[in-house]
């Protein structure tokens, strides 16, 4: 079965603690349901930093990549249904979901 990973851009921060609870139990569900098809699920990121060219480095991102969660499907279409299902675009916020392409001489995950 292929792995697909999907990428969270951007999203609302909750007004208050208490939406937050409730978006990160949603959320919180959404992952449960998945259930082993969630091979890496819930990576957030934090602390970006960006290397440059030129070796520079700076601070922050040239993204708005918050994290990501990498999961099985057995096609395209059936791990976008999945990223539909992500209660992550109910605050706003994108997906971008890429199939994982298995590099030779890597090991399965």
Same mark, same amino acid.
């Given at each position: 079965m292929a792995q697909y #990973?999907?990428?969270? %851009?951007?999203?609302?921060?909750?007004s208050t603690p208490e939406e937050g609870?409730?978006?990160? !139990?949603?959320?919180?569900?959404?992952?449960?349901? %998945? $259930?082993?098809?969630?091979?890496? *699920?819930? @990576? *957030? %990121?934090?602390?970006t930093? =960006? #290397? @440059? !060219?030129?070796? =520079? #480095?700076s601070s922050g991102g040239t993204s708005s990549m918050s994290g990501y969660t990498i999961i099985e499907a057995e096609s395209m279409e059936a791990a976008l249904l999945i990223a539909k299902a992500?209660?992550?675009?109910?605050?706003? $916020?994108? %997906?971008?979901?890429s199939e994982l392409i298995q590099m030779p001489g890597q090991k399965q995950t």
């Open positions: #990973v999907i990428v969270y %851009l951007g999203g609302d921060q909750p609870k409730k978006h990160m !139990s949603k959320y919180m569900d959404w992952l449960s349901s %998945l $259930g082993d098809s969630a091979i890496s *699920p819930a @990576n *957030p %990121l934090k602390n930093h =960006t #290397v @440059n !060219s030129d070796g =520079t #480095v992500c209660p992550f675009l109910d605050i706003g $916020g994108s %997906l971008e979901v």
